[in-house]
């Protein structure tokens, strides 16, 4: 029994085990530390995405006490986890450098807290949970502080410990209330009290709340949206590039798990929580990305809007909702990493630029990477046949099948209005004259990213089927 639960760990003991091992290579290194450290850390993730697929089939798994949960929802969002951390690291390299960022604990602890990740969409138990959730945590603290020599990058990284401290607690509130008024800390044993009573307590739903609140921020959705712009365009771009996919994708794959197992049997209780969510975050993410100069606070909006068109799928609370969220969260993450590939490499001079109207007449100096940025912009707006609409269609659908008609309807036009700042970049770049120095100047990690996420956003609709058959069958895991 014990070897079963510890080989069911192993890619989570395996980057606990790296991790350290890497610690003690960039502490000996007499070297370029960043690069080797960086090198074997993208092996180590991508050795550890392959024991998750050889360790996450078949019929869900229980072990340590039943903490944890092995299934093949955890195994499909962890994939997906590891390959945006091992994308965030081949991205950052050159411009940690750069940037005079030449350290080598900033691979660590990307690897630390994609750990906390792990073990986030594992979790099976409130206490696995706020685990998982608190060494995410601290190492993206870390992270969005590392320049230390920037008061940008400090106040992001204080902004963010601050106002994380505060949905910790809440979080914590919701999950002492939730304990007490079912007596059990196990998701199941949750369940399982939920389901046979004939009437919620109001302290159950105050707890239901307050546990919605503190998975609402780590998705940064609105209203505990308030650290997201300031933290993206505070934080080393390198950062802010993985801060916009990873930590996404993992918060909200554990607010899928948290509502789904804890509360299956009250969908209607918490639906009308997530569809208020969703709506307010397509609302403002679209609305307040408009008026914005700094492209990484305009990718901020973004995001926030995105988390709201995910939360649709959520809020539709059906296994055809699930399954949209994971097809959604794997286009989000290809776009993403490919948009924020090619803002790293924005460059004036000597230094970094991060003002859209730098992007204008690129098309006539870097046409390829004009072209790729393009496809991004047009991607995240839901042109058809890229990624992004699709993306946009399966979570619309999965909402109207469970009769959530004017969430969908809300959503498409939040769409709509979306699509102006996305092609208000497109229109920069190639109907604008050229601003001075500015440029687009690529490593080449940077051109491989982007060229194979521009290929993939442009070719979705060709290697579709595997995606939306691996999803469905990680959605249908959820609910044995």
């Known amino acids: 029994m014990e070897f079963l639960s510890f080989s069911l760990a192993l890619p989570e003991i395996m980057m606990a085990v790296g991790s350290m091992v890497l610690l003690m290579i960039g502490v000996y290194s007499k070297g370029d530390g960043l690069r080797t450290v960086s090198t074997l850390s993208v092996v180590l993730l991508f050795a550890t995405a392959i024991a998750v697929v050889a360790t996450h089939g078949g019929a869900p798994k ?35 450098r750069r940037e005079n960022l030449n350290r080598f604990e900033y691979p660590i602890l ?47 990284g204080l902004k963010y410990f601050v106002l994380g401290a ?41 707890g239901l709340v307050f546990l919605t609140a503190g998975l609402a921020f780590k998705v940064s959705a609105v209203p505990f949206h308030m650290w997201t712009p300031d933290v993206y365009e505070g934080a080393p771009t390198s950062v802010t590039a993985f801060f916009a996919v990873a930590p996404k994708i993992a918060a909200m794959a554990l607010f899928v798990r948290a509502m789904f197992d804890q509360f299956p049997d009250i969908v209607g209780q918490w639906q009308q929580i997530v569809i208020f969510l969703s709506i307010a975050s397509m609302g403002f993410g679209a609305f307040f990305a408009l008026v ?15 988390v709201g068109f995910a939360l649709v799928g959520l809020a539709a609370g059906t296994e055809q909702g699930v399954e949209s969220i994971l097809i959604y969260l794997t286009i989000y993450l290809i776009m993403n990493v490919g948009a924020f590939a090619l803002i790293l490499s924005m460059r004036r001079g000597e230094g970094t630029t991060e003002d859209i109207a730098d992007l204008a007449g690129l098309s006539r100096t ?39 008609i004017a969430l969908s309807v809300i959503g498409v036009l939040t769409s709509v209005v979306g699509a102006y700042y996305y092609l208000r970049i497109v229109k920069l770049m190639y109907f604008d004259e050229a601003s ?39 959605a249908s895991s959820l609910f044995l």
């Open 366 to 404: 870097r046409p390829g990477m004009a072209a790729a940025l393009a496809v991004f912009m047009f991607s995240l707006a839901g042109i058809p046949p890229l990624a992004g609409f699709f993306g946009k269609f399966y979570v619309f659908v999965a909402a109207i099948d469970a009769g959530l």
């Open 292 to 306: 914005q100069t700094n492209i990484k606070r305009l990718m901020a909006y973004s995001s926030i809007g995105h």
């Open 62 to 96: 229980t072990n340590f006490s039943g903490m944890v949960i092995v299934d093949g929802f955890g195994g499909f969002t962890k994939v997906l986890i590891l390959i945006a951390a091992a994308l965030a690291v081949i991205v950052s390299v050159d411009f940690l």
């Open 110 to 156: 990307i690897v630390l807290g994609t750990l906390g990740m792990l073990m986030m969409v594992s979790s099976n138990d409130l206490i696995a949970l706020y685990l998982g959730i608190e060494l995410q945590s601290l190492s993206l603290y870390v992270l969005a502080a590392i320049s230390r020599d920037s008061a940008r990058a400090t106040e992001a």
């Open 436 to 474: 001075g120095d500015a440029d687009v100047d690529p490593s080449r990690g940077v051109v491989i990213v982007a060229s194979g996420s521009a290929i993939a956003t442009v070719g979705f609709v060709v290697f579709a089927n595997p995606i939306i058959r691996a999803a469905e069958q990680a």
């Open 166 to 206: 505060l949905s910790s607690g809440m979080l914590l509130y919701g999950c002492s209330l939730i304990y007490g008024y079912t007596g059990a800390t196990g998701f199941p044993e949750i369940a399982a009290a939920v389901g046979g009573a004939e009437d919620v307590s109001i302290g159950l739903l105050f």
